[in-house]
């Protein structure tokens, strides 16, 4: 028997289940425009988790390159997708509104996933999918919220809802586009990406009425002509620079770091020159902040290695022997982090809803610093799993489970409250701006994900002719580096938990 495919099957079944049980709790409570947003996100986020499943495993074996070179290339690329965000969500206020913008995203997402299936146009593909997401995920993230007011009490639960379908997206396009790249089918992987993009693109566009008046473009900017064209057509024009820039940018990765580092610097020092013309409590709560906020630049540093360097070490030295099925590497270690989300999302929740209930909510500054804590547990079992087997040269699949469970519960600590951190420390005139800061710092997290990368790189790697028991070594020595670096975070952010919980307690 087949059990990637039957895994396959039983994932589609889970997420249908899931969506449906969701649906009828949920139906007679929110707008339907929600279902309509759930799904034109979840297949979104199908066709980009897909094809990250497969990128650093294609540079590597397709386009053999070395670990090092693919692992940089590779965060730059995740870089620059976090990067334009914040440009594609100012061109919606100013200029198309939120659905010009959001199609535009998803049409040019659509090109970049058929781009890849050509060996020719492949940095033009990732060019295009950098743009695309930039344009469309901040967008419709948006045009959601404004279907509620500011004080709403369904808000929370509809963001809860929209990023189910988020992950089962996720999940959903990793287990397909991870066993066709497992299989060889890489085109075909990089195709079926495309394939459910356009499909997420044709339902949000044959549905767009339930947005009623919602996500116009703004009259003031847009409509505004200059040389004889309106400032939209201009915004279309100058897309064609705007390509060739992020091309290059993605093409030659060692002008990412030249250019978000020195950028992040001068933001933060800007931030903390303005901090002193503040109140004490204000600033006090501004800079807490800012604190977290550059711990934040480690975590995705160290959790992005899920895509990267762990994708490598998974195809290399985990064993997937299953019942004498051997499973497909890049299928599991990308689908699991995303089903596990799905699965432990709704107790956490309970979890955290009885401290708070008995007067036990763990603060913000605490969930950080556990954060790092529990990711050192998750990768002390990869470490332990290979260092225990040194012998054979495989990792068993239990220990690769449990290290991706600890992993998934320390993101759930720290990626749901980032946002709402900065909107309840940060004040409400800085808000928009401090939300480009934590943009910025998950950009160079990415990019310092691809540095962390380096130090489970294989030099001179012929996959042809590689020893699992010689590769697995130089795994456990980045592994240790990897445990060491999280608990060190973990130690001064536990050190400067009183510190940091003070200033938003005195403020509060």
């Not at 209930?357 to 610093?369: Q, R, V």
């Amino acid at each position: 028997m087949n059990f990637n495919l039957l895994f396959i099957f039983l994932g589609v079944i889970f997420s249908a289940f899931m969506i449906l049980s969701v649906y009828r709790i949920n139906k007679n409570t929110h707008p339907k425009v929600l279902w309509l947003l759930f799904f034109t996100e979840m297949w979104e986020r199908f066709s980009f988790y897909g094809m990250r499943a497969l990128l650093i495993m294609y540079l590597t074996k397709i386009m053999l390159m070395q670990d090092k070179e693919a692992n940089m290339l590779y965060a730059s690329y995740n870089a620059l997708v976090y990067t334009f965000p914040m440009f594609g969500g100012w061109i919606a206020d100013n200029f198309l509104g939120y659905r010009k913008t959001i199609i535009l995203g998803g049409t040019l997402m659509c090109l970049g996933h058929f781009s890849l299936a050509f060996d020719d146009y492949f940095f033009l593909g990732l060019s295009l999918l950098i743009l695309g997401n930039g344009f469309f995920k901040p967008n419709i993230s948006s045009l959601l919220g404004s279907f509620y007011e500011k004080n709403d009490l369904r808000k929370d639960s509809a963001y809860s809802i929209f990023y189910m379908g988020v992950n089962i997206g996720a999940f959903l396009g990793s287990m397909a586009c991870g066993y066709l790249g497992g299989i060889g089918k890489w085109h075909y992987g990089f195709g079926l990406a495309g394939l459910f993009m356009f499909l997420g693109l044709i339902v949000f566009v044959l549905l767009r009425d339930m947005l009623q008046e919602e996500g116009h473009e703004p009259n003031e900017l847009s409509n505004q002509v200059h040389f004889g064209l309106k400032s939209a057509y201009w915004f279309y024009l100058s897309m064609i620079p705007i390509l060739f820039l992020v091309y290059h940018l993605n093409k030659i990765y060692e002008l990412t770091t030249i250019i978000l580092i020195p950028f992040g610097l001068l933001t933060l020092i800007y931030f903390l020159v303005i901090s002193y013309r503040m109140k004490a409590l204000e600033r006090n709560k501004f800079l807490t902040a800012i604190v977290l906020t550059l711990c934040s630049v480690v975590f995705f540093g160290i959790f992005e290695q899920s895509g990267g360097s762990l994708n490598l070490m998974a195809s290399r030295n985990v064993d997937f022997n299953f019942l004498g099925t051997t499973l497909e590497s890049t299928m599991m270690n990308n689908s699991i982090n995303p089903f596990y989300i799905v699965l432990l999302t709704p107790f956490l929740d309970i979890i955290f809803r009885r401290l708070a209930k008995n007067g036990k909510n763990l603060s913000i500054p605490l969930k950080f610093s556990l954060s790092f804590l529990i990711m050192a547990i998750g990768y002390s079992f990869f470490y332990f799993g290979a260092y225990l087997n040194l012998s054979s040269g495989m990792i068993p699949l239990g220990y690769f489970m449990l290290a991706y469970l600890f992993i998934t519960i320390s993101e759930l600590f720290i990626s749901p409250i980032g946002l709402s951190m900065i909107s309840k420390l940060v004040p409400t005139k800085m808000v928009a701006l401090m939300m480009g800061f934590w943009f910025l710092a998950s950009a160079i997290g990415h990019k310092f994900a691809g540095y962390i990368g380096t130090k489970m790189s294989i030099q001179n790697f012929d996959a042809a002719h590689y020893n699992p028991i010689e590769t697995l070594p130089i795994y456990v020595q980045g592994l240790q580096f990897i445990i060491i670096l999280a608990l060190s975070v973990f130690a001064f952010t536990f050190i400067i938990k009183g510190i940091l919980e003070k200033q938003i307690k005195d403020n509060n």
